[in-house]
T-cell receptor, first 116, second 113 residues
Framework: AQKITQTQPGMFVQEKEAVTLDCTYDTSDPSYGLFWYKQPSSGEMIFLIY??????QNATEGRYSLNFQKARKSANLVISASQLGDSAMYFCAMRGGSSNTGKLIFGQGTTLQVKP | EAGVTQFPSHSVIEKGQTVTLRCDPI?????LYWYRRVMGKEIKFLLHFVKESKQDESGMPNNRFLAERTGGTYSTLKVQPAELEDSGVYFCASSQDRTYEQYFGPGTRLTVT
């Protein structure tokens, strides 16, 4: 069965520093996709970054990068130069392989607080 | 371009009543998904439409939940009769293709008392 694990319920980071949010996954499908979403206190889910299982390079989107270690089955999100507006809950999610309809499986989430 | 919209933003109903949630996906997105987050738990998949067809409804909890997508445009999720454990936030998401990123709506917070 496919599973996503986020072991950090809460994290603190000082403004302007970098922070890594952990995500490990479990799947037997050779083809899959990994996503990170941000949920601020307002409640909406904001797509941040995507990594395909066959992508050779780690995905980057502005201050967000995904540290993809396939052998370890980890897909950690790195936020560089943290800003106060980064305070939110962050969800790691996985989409399964070719037999999958596209549904996402989510982790439990990590609450990030950026300190001024 | 308008994002995914959901209505209502918040609904409070009594146990045994019926509630209908609505989702309007991004225009042109054939794929529409419903998810639910019960307090303190993970976001769970409910079902997936491709246009008006149900592609995957493996996450629907029971037959008190009925989802429709008329004409492949907006979708409704009806809960009848509602139970206390149905309380949570119901998210709708849409995508152009099942392999693409999904764009989420703001969610509907359902409280069953």
């Amino acid at each position: 069965a496919q599973k996503i694990t986020q072991t950090q319920p809460g994290m603190f980071v000082q403004e302007k520093e970098a922070v890594t949010l952990d995500c490990t996954y479990d799947t037997s499908d050779p083809s899959y996709g990994l996503f990170w979403y941000k949920q601020p206190s307002s409640g909406e889910m904001i797509f941040l970054i995507y990594q395909g299982s066959y992508d050779q390079q780690n995905a980057t989107e502005g201050r967000y990068s995904l540290n993809f270690q396939k052998a370890r089955k980890s897909a950690n999100l790195v936020i560089s130069a943290s800003q106060l507006g980064d305070s939110a809950m962050y969800f790691c999610a996985m989409r399964g392989g070719s037999s999958n309809t596209g549904k996402l499986i989510f982790g439990q989430g990590t609450t990030l607080q950026v300190k001024p | 371009e308008a994002g995914v919209t959901q209505f209502p933003s918040h609904s409070v109903i009594e146990k045994g009543q019926t509630v209908t949630l609505r989702c309007d996906p991004i225009s042109g997105h054939d794929n529409l998904y419903w998810y639910r987050r019960v307090m303190g738990k993970e976001i769970k998949f409910l079902l997936h439409f491709v246009k008006e067809s149900k592609q995957d409804e493996s996450g629907m909890p029971n037959n008190r939940f009925l989802a429709e997508r008329t004409g492949g445009t907006y979708s409704t999720l009806k809960v009848q009769p509602a139970e206390l454990e149905d309380s949570g936030v119901y998210f709708c998401a849409s995508s152009q293709d099942r392999t693409y990123e999904q764009y989420f709506g703001p969610g509907t917070r359902l409280t069953v008392t």
